[in-house]
């Protein structure tokens, strides 16, 4: 097992699990892998932020502390798990300021569970997410889908809270089989320019056909 990390967080790379390098920026930790990779763990410090790119992570595992930020791009995660063990927690699967970038995550069998409150996943414009879980928790969590990001075969659950949470899709293109689960009164759904509330949400049952399924608390 082979340890790397700075101020943002810290790394291991079982034996024979592949090449990992951590490198510690101006802006938060690079994760970076070249090639398959398996059964890394990583954790990001209470407020400190952590990006992986390259190559494929599989079968990993990633923990925050309170106020961290998770970065995914221009990589594959497969077959791992994120927890976010305090509040105001950030996992962004393939965003980044290079305008000129790919901006491409495969995200595939993950399973997301956060401990805290107010946390938030997004996933950016070309990220391509099939069959996972998040577990928001409780507190005022958001989920949001930029225009052209595609999933399928997701569950997404909002806790019993009543704490408003939200949930954005830029539009339902490339959304199939996405369930939202625990939608209660203090809730919102936007898709496009419509936003839908729990009561609007009682009327229209079926509404979103094969794309989305909205169970309500």
Known sequence: MATQGGSDGIINVPTGGGTVTYTETSTGGVVTAKGPTSGVTASVENGGTMTATGGEFNNSSWGLGTGSQLNFT????????????????????????????????????????????????????????????????????????????IAKGTDINLGVDNSGDRVKFATLNGVKKVVIDNFDKGDTLKIGGKTYEYADLQKNDGKFGNSLKVNLD
């Open 74 to 149: 221009n990589t594959s995660l497969q077959g791992s798990f994120i927890t976010g063990n305090g509040d105001a927690n950030s996992v962004d699967f393939g965003g980044t300021t290079n305008a000129k970038a790919k901006r491409t995550i495969f995200t595939r069998f993950v399973e997301a569970n956060f401990a805290g409150g107010d946390d938030s996943v997004s996933f950016a414009k070309r990220s391509n997410e099939k069959n996972s879980i998040f577990d928001m928790g409780q507190g005022a969590d958001s989920v949001t889908f930029a225009r052209g990001a």
